[in-house]
Each structure stands twice: as C-alpha cells, then as structure tokens.
C-alpha cells in the first residue's frame, strides 16, 4: 500500500465511527425522503470514502448539508472537521460540488454552535480556489438565490435546485469573501433559511 492509498484508507477509519452514529439517529423504517438524503449515502461512504473520488466528495457534500437541514448540526460540524488536512481533489469545475461547500458550512456549524468564527482559517488552496476570476464571475446576487434554476425546474419538488443553491450560498457566502454577497447578506439568509424549511418539510 503506497502513501496516498493509505491516508485514503486513514481518513475512511476516522470519518467511519460518525457515519455509523448519523445511522444510529434512524430507525430501520423511515420516509423515502430521509432514506434517500441521509440513509443511502451515508451507507455508501461507510463503504468507501475517498477524497481523490469525485463522487464520494459530492456525497459527502450532500450529507453533511442535509444532517444541518434535518438539525443534526454537531454530526455535521464533526464530519466537517474531519476533512481538516485532506488533499482534497481541487480540480474543480464551475460548479463542481464539493469541499468548498464541506468548509462554507463548518463557518456557519461553527458560528451557530459554539460562536466561533472561522472565516480567518481558511487553508491557503481553498482561498485561492474562492477568488478565482471564474469562480468570483459565478458568484453573484441575485443570482446565488438560484431563482432562476427553481422556476425552470419541471419537479414540482425542485430539491436539488434549492440544495444547489445552499451550496453556493452557504458554501460560498459564508467566506465573507464575496463583497457583493456580503452588501445583500440580510436577504441571502432569509432566502437560506427560507430553503432550510422547504427542504426538511418536503416530502
């Protein structure tokens, strides 16, 4: 087993424990919805979870922001903190999913949970991905809302459109990075907020 096998291996034993306790809050028999957003990928990544897997970074993504929908913040914020160190895939796309909206979160986790304020420690690779022209062109208000994308959605229960939006939102807005994010902010959490509630009452 070379080097980066085995920290992909390190990193699947010490994220395993708390995936298995995020299992340990359901039931056997619970709604569709539940099953679909917190059960299967949570299953999934106590199978594999590797941070060079594009995959396994967007399910991972998608888990810790649905524990923090379903208010399972404290399970959220300690997967987040178990991604401290990783080497994470950084080849991203536009609008690729993944770690930068892992770390969005933990500021937010972080703020609400235990009043810290972690906008101050975001490693140096991740800032540089955050203001990068192409990245900075996307994110904008009021298109972060992710209005757009809702309305043109043909579900009439647009979940992923409002969880993409989260992402952008949360994942981006909560870097404080963004200074015309920052000049709307007060609509930016209401409108998360607003998603929040849709999300967890969705069925």
Known sequence: MN????????????????????????????????YNNIIKPCKRLIQKCSFKSVSDIMRLCSLVYWLYIYDHKELALEICEYTHGVDFEIEY?????GYPDIYGL??????????????GNIPSKLLDYYLLKRVKKHIRFPQILGEEEITASRSPFPNIELLHALYNMIGKGETGLYIDLNKNWDKIENTIIEYINYLKNAS
């Open 3 to 34: 080097k980066l096998q085995q920290e992909i291996k390190s990193f699947h034993e010490n994220i395993k424990p708390t995936l298995e306790k995020v299992l340990e809050q359901y039931e056997q028999r619970t709604p569709q919805n539940i």
């Open 93 to 97: 796309q536009m609008m690729c999913i």
């Open 106 to 119: 933990e500021i937010r986790l972080a703020r609400e949970l235990l009043g810290e304020n972690r906008k």
